[in-house]
């Protein structure tokens, strides 16, 4: 499977911004899916991991209550919808994939190219 984050850009501190992870050569049922970030000279962030059912299990607790990953198995898509965004969220944002059967977890074999979350004013 190869995958491809997409939808980053300059938000406002407050506002909104969706995240696309698209599945290619694979079905993404077969797969949970992980959301990462990383910001410059920082180590990467765990956020959160959606399973083949679409339950989550969040692994970053600044993002509770605003984050919320969903998935969409008929367009090979998976979403994170990110909301009151603040600048400490900016990062370049990753998405990856594990086998669906070994459920959420913090290792993954495949990753995707990221995509840049700037939050400022």
């Known amino acids: 499977v190869q995958l491809q984050a997409s939808g980053g850009g300059l938000v406002q501190p407050g506002g909104s911004l969706r995240l696309s992870c698209v599945a290619s050569g694979s079905t993404l049922d077969y797969y949970a899916i992980g959301w990462f970030r990383q910001a410059p000279g920082k180590e990467r962030d765990d956020v959160l991991c959606?399973?083949?059912?679409?339950?989550?299990?969040y692994y970053s607790d600044s993002v509770k209550g605003r984050f919320t990953s969903s998935r969409d198995n008929a367009k090979n898509t998976v979403y994170l919808q990110m909301n009151n965004l603040k600048p400490e969220d900016t990062a370049v944002y990753y998405c990856?994939?594990?086998?669906?059967?070994w459920g959420c977890g913090l290792q993954y074999d495949t990753w995707g190219q990221g995509t840049q979350v700037t939050v400022s004013s």
């Open positions: 990856a994939a594990r086998p669906a059967g």
């Open positions: 959606i399973g083949r059912r679409g339950g989550s299990t």
